[in-house]
């Protein structure tokens, strides 16, 4: 399991036992031999968690990064061009609930489809390539985005189709 936020009690502030928690602790219930391994880049919170607490580790692993790697220090801290900004006005939280498709996922979407179409035509066929949209911890707003990334999908193939009838688009998400 990767280990982040909503697997912990998000909910513990107010005497109550988050989704994710509650699933997890049933599951581990269910079955009473078992081995819970939590994997994440971020194990500050991990390591933070009360001793008593159902998800606290026995022992903590430190995994190195291979020389391919590009995580934080790669984007922080050198390559200051390989980063775009989020407008603070498409940012969701409680404040500025997001109405629409914010322009900066549809820009993200457009890379990222661009890049997989590259990479077919350069016949890196097979390659993994994935993108996560998280844009907050609650489910509801990732509904949103859901509905929302669909309809630029259905909207692209059908534009896609127009100009092309015979093009083949098979789904890559």
């Known amino acids: 399991m990767k280990a982040d936020q909503a697997s912990l009690n998000t909910k513990v502030k107010q005497g109550k036992e988050s989704t994710t928690f ?3 602790k049933e599951l581990r219930q269910t079955l009473p031999h078992h081995t819970f391994l ?19 580790p026995n022992f903590v692993g430190l995994l190195t990064p291979g020389l391919a790697y590009t995580g934080g220090k790669i984007f922080f801290e050198k390559h200051f061009e390989l980063i775009n900004m989020i407008p603070e006005s498409e940012v969701p939280s409680k404040d500025n609930p997001i109405q629409e498709f914010p322009e900066s996922l549809k820009t993200a979407m457009l890379l990222y489809y661009l890049g997989v179409a590259v990479g077919l035509y350069h016949g890196s066929d097979g390659k993994n390539r994935s993108m996560m949209i998280h844009p907050s911890k609650d489910t509801m707003v990732h509904e949103n985005y859901a509905h929302w990334v669909r309809q630029i999908q259905a909207n692209w193939k059908r534009i896609l189709m127009t100009v092309n009838p015979t093009i083949q688009i098979t789904r890559i998400c």
Request: without cysteine; aromatic residues 4%.
């Open 38 to 56: 939590q994997y994440t880049a971020t194990p500050q919170a991990l390591l933070l968690l009360n001793v008593i607490n159902l998800l606290s």
């Open 22 to 24: 509650q699933l997890i």
